[in-house]
């Protein structure tokens, strides 16, 4: 019964083994310990993560100088000639100020990106550097007023005049991209508040001005893959600067902490930057690693600055009727009316007419594409560099004093990488253990749960199958099984048991050769022979376990009696019968 128990575990615990294996198969317990970290609560892990990033980004920037201001403002030289100055790095510490959670499965925040100055990686290069570069509050508010009726234009001119105000000034890297005091700034703050609220102009400080932004965020309670997605800015899920859903939609986009989740190889996301003034898309084009983890590369597809000469739903970026040459983008109403257009580093994939009127411009896939490299299980950014460019696209600003020249140009002023070089070690080594280790030890448990229990369910099998039922059988079938196997392996002929009519054959053949031996010794009259004889003989008759080797020589046994002649006779046949113990 205690064979039969064990054989039973044995069973059973093959069976758990199946069904555990079909647990995991089918309920990917991973899966659900992975999203449950996905979504978004407060303390939880990855909302941590994303509220407050540990990553360390930054922010490298590119100034063009210009080498020639003198020659080209004296009207000695016809192109503007640029040379680019940099990087200058500065630490860009994000943070997403959380307001509190909606029960629509969204939460709301403000985002923060304070900068701060890195002069170890700018390469020797200092905030203090004297440039000659142009002049933004000139050369904006002589855009704006430039289409105003005649008082107005001359009330700038006079103004220009007076303040001595020129498109090219000799200013530090520093003042160029934190702001400056210009005269034109301190009046258009005084005297137009609600066009300029500020009374200097620096375009990294206007590029990271986030004052008055806000925003709702996914969770990911009833979709984990969009937790950290934007639902609206600013309270909508469309930016106000387009129209059309296609250039305006900012729903479902990332903002660059964390991306889709579970996207395929073929599946493109969205990437929404306020300094880009759109959602951007992003295609995959490559699978590798980075920081040990498997990554998707992604790129801006083919004309994505396309104002509508490639792509009929780009027309929507034309602003105002005003399409831009391919490869710029318009954002003026971004850049509070001044007239800024974006592009790729040095014009890359740009329109050539971009190229017409300034010279020291090279762009270079390698260095001015833009890539995000992205886990696509958890959206995680491994390697990030979102590369662009700031120019000003000027229009007729010919009745304009001391800007003529700068009429119908489209000026590159400075482009910036924003990059993020690899996870911090505490990153890397939490994701490699949920998104390579965790993984593989689920299937490596799911296929040796499988083994396991086919193996104990067939040892099962086999032991009940050969072992107990066919051994039963065979007992059966041959209970008295006359030359059964000792376990030395040898058969002792005089332990076989003997059948019943041997048995009788036996005694017999015992009694005529008892009688052959008398007579003789009678005969002889030798008694004690005769009663040594029949001690020995006695004994062993006790036995019935002797061997008889018989040996036909044709003669016949029956019940009767043999006479005592025969009886000799019988004896003379020498051989005829042989006692064997």
Not at 296 to 321: A, S, T, V
Not at 373 to 390: N, R
Not at 438 to 461: D, K
Request: charged share 25%; net charge negative.
């Amino acid at each position: 019964m205690f064979y039969f128990n064990r054989l039973f575990i044995l069973l059973m615990l093959g069976f758990f083994s199946l069904a555990a294996g079909c647990f995991i198969l089918f309920l990917r317990p991973y899966d659900f310990f992975f999203n449950q970290k996905a979504v978004f609560q407060d303390q939880g892990e990855i909302f941590e993560m994303w509220r407050k990033p540990e990553v360390e980004l930054y922010t490298k920037v590119y100034l063009f100088n210009i080498t020639n201001a003198e020659a080209y403002m004296a009207g000695t030289e016809d192109i503007i000639k640029v040379k680019e100055v940099g990087p200058y790095v500065y630490r860009e510490a994000l943070e997403h100020k959380i307001v509190n959670f909606n029960e629509n499965g969204t939460l709301s925040a403000i985002p923060f990106h304070p900068l701060t100055w890195v002069e170890e990686l700018s390469e020797g290069n200092k905030e203090d550097d004297m440039l000659f570069l142009p002049n933004i509050a000139l050369l904006s508010i002589a855009n704006v007023v430039s289409t105003k009726d005649f008082m107005t234009r001359f009330g700038l001119n006079n103004l220009i005049t007076v303040t001595n105000s020129q498109p090219l000034a000799r200013m530090t890297a520093r003042e160029f991209m934190m702001g400056y005091q210009s005269p034109l700034m301190t009046l258009g703050n005084t005297f137009l508040p609600g066009w300029i609220y500020f009374d200097k102009l620096g375009l990294i400080d206007r590029m990271y001005d986030f004052n008055g932004d806000f925003e709702t965020v996914f969770t990911g309670e009833t979709d984990v893959t969009i937790s950290g997605l934007i639902d609206t800015y600013r309270g909508s899920t469309d930016l106000p600067q387009w129209e059309g859903k296609h250039c305006s939609n900012v729903q479902y986009a990332s903002d660059g902490t964390k991306f889709k989740s579970g996207v395929g190889k073929n599946e493109s996301i969205l990437f929404y930057r306020k300094s880009l003034c759109r959602a951007a898309p992003l295609i995959p084009v490559e699978e590798g690693v980075r920081s040990g983890i498997r990554g998707y590369k992604y790129i801006f597809p083919e004309h994505m600055l396309d104002n509508g000469k490639y792509l009929e739903d780009n027309k929507c970026f034309c602003r105002k009727g005003r399409c831009l040459p391919d490869g710029l983008i318009d954002v003026t109403d971004c850049y509070y009316g001044f007239p800024i257009a974006l592009s790729y580093p040095h014009f890359y994939q740009g329109d050539q007419v971009l190229f017409s009127k300034v010279q020291g411009l090279h762009p270079i896939k390698e260095q001015h594409e833009t890539r995000f490299w992205i886990q696509p299980e958890s959206g995680l950014p491994l390697d990030v560099s979102s590369k662009f460019q700031i120019n000003m696209a000027l229009g007729d600003i010919t009745n304009i004093n001391n800007a003529e020249r700068f009429a119908n140009m489209y000026l590159p002023m400075l482009w910036f990488d924003i990059r993020m070089y690899t996870l911090p070690p505490s990153l890397e080594q939490r994701f490699k253990l949920y998104l390579n280790v965790l993984p593989i030890v689920e299937q490596v448990a799911m296929y040796l749960l499988f083994v396991t229990g086919a193996c104990l369910i067939f040892l099962t099998v086999y032991i009940l199958t050969f072992k107990v039922m066919f051994k039963s059988l065979d007992k059966n079938n041959f209970p008295n099984d006359p030359w059964s196997e000792k376990p030395n392996g040898i058969y002792a002929p005089c332990e076989a048991p003997l059948d019943e009519k041997i048995l009788k054959l036996n005694h017999k053949i015992n009694g005529i050769y008892d009688t052959i031996i008398r007579d003789e010794m009678k005969n002889n009259r030798n008694s004690n022979d005769l009663d040594k004889y029949m001690a020995v003989n006695q004994s062993d008759s006790d036995e019935d376990c002797k061997y008889l080797e018989v040996v036909d020589d044709g003669s016949e046994f029956d019940d009767v009696k043999p006479q005592p002649s025969k009886v000799k006779d019988l004896s003379e046949k020498k051989g005829s019968v042989h006692l064997a113990d």
